[in-house]
């Protein structure tokens, strides 16, 4: 089907998935709508569509379409105005050991056992489990020139790490996975407050965290980031 996505982008053509059981809210269907793998998506494009709702997942990017539901909603943090609460100037402190490293590309066969282990003790509800190797490598391994992976170590060993698109104003934080070991760490948290410092250092404008979906305790975390804008009726607004 083709769609009118903005009157700047024109017609960009839309693949609908069949509906399919949500993984967010249990008892409901869910349609994806995937821009046509043959356009070519440059960064520009890329970074216009993020501040239209898409998301980025290995090769395509995605939004929801769901014809009787709409509570995936697009969340970003204005990181120039952003303020660590005290819980978070908590994980940042405990963490101080921690190495993070910004790499092009990682070792898979130094990654996969700890997304494994992750997905498996963390994420047994959702739709990467059981996790594999070829999934892995197509979700998180198929980077575009935009991607970049920051590497969080201690003592040298991998703990954890964070996929994180550059666009041209913003970053988008596709994915952070860690050893469930280090669990007591909150490296999930810690994921996103280095995002946001980076994207300060950068001068960036907004840090993406994808999909907010009240009433989805997977995704209450992203409240917690301050101030928050929720894209909706086509309109970035504070969350109160």
């Known amino acids: 089907m083709t769609r009118d996505i903005s009157p700047d982008i024109g017609k960009i053509r839309l693949l609908l998935t069949e509906p399919h059981d949500c993984s967010y809210l249990e008892g409901r269907q869910s349609t994806t709508a995937f821009v ?26 995605y939004s929801p379409l769901c014809s009787s539901c709409n509570s ?43 997304y494994d282990r992750y997905i498996c003790e963390r994420h047994q509800d959702g739709d990467m489990f059981p996790p594999t190797r ?33 666009l041209p104003d913003a970053l988008s934080a596709i994915y952070t996975y860690f050893h469930p070991d280090y669990s007591t760490r909150s490296l999930g948290t810690l994921a996103v407050l280095f995002q946001i410092e980076l994207a300060q250092k950068l001068n960036m404008t907004y840090l993406y965290l994808g999909y907010w979906v009240a009433g989805c305790q997977k995704m209450e975390y992203k409240t917690n980031y301050k101030p928050l804008e929720l894209l909706q009726e086509n309109t970035w607004r504070l969350h109160e």
Not at 40 to 53: E, F, T, V
Not at 81 to 104: E, G, M, P, W
Request: net charge negative; hydrophobic share 40%.
């Open 72 to 114: 995936c909603i697009p969340a970003r943090v204005p990181v120039t105005t952003f303020r660590a609460n005290r819980s978070q100037k908590r994980c940042s402190k405990r963490n101080l050991d921690v190495i993070i490293n910004q790499v092009d590309s990682i070792n898979f066969d130094e990654h996969y056992p700890i």
């Open 134 to 166: 070829d999934q892995f490598e197509q979700f998180l391994g198929n980077a575009w020139d935009c991607t970049c992976f920051l590497e969080f170590r201690v003592n040298g060993e991998l703990i954890g790490c964070a996929v994180v698109d550059v």
């Open 36 to 61: 046509d793998p043959d356009i070519a998506i440059d960064n520009a494009l890329y970074g216009r569509m993020s501040a239209m709702g898409f998301r980025r997942s290995g090769l395509y990017l």
